[in-house]
């Protein structure tokens, strides 16, 4: 039997569900005009705090969390994407190793 490994850890699942959430409320509130202005500025702010939250996470949490983690440089990213085009790249779970989903 296969064991399951977690990709990312639940702050970060949680980020990207909120920031979804978060997205359709901004939407939402700009569509609704001026008298919703209030309520789409908290958004954005509620939005801002979220990323301030993952760009902390991305230093200071657990090891799949970090931005070290997939973060890499341009010559790596070139180097996966022809291995990509040629098939030949590795398959990885989370982003790629050579991180041209996190660029």
Do not use: C
Request: charged fraction near 20%; charge should be positive; aromatic fraction near 14%.
């Amino acid at each position: 039997m296969k064991q399951k490994k977690l990709v990312w850890d639940l702050p970060v699942r949680l980020f990207h569900w909120i920031l979804v959430a978060l997205f359709i409320a901004a939407w939402v509130t700009a569509e609704q005009g001026p008298a919703w202005m209030d309520r789409h500025m908290q958004v954005g702010y509620a939005i801002m705090t979220l990323v301030l939250f993952r760009i902390f996470w991305g230093m200071y949490g657990s090891d799949q969390a970090r931005f070290k983690a997939f973060l890499r440089g341009p010559a790596k990213v070139i180097d996966y994407i022809r291995k990509t085009l040629r098939g030949e790249a590795e398959q990885s779970i989370g982003h790629n190793p050579r991180a041209a989903g996190a660029w």
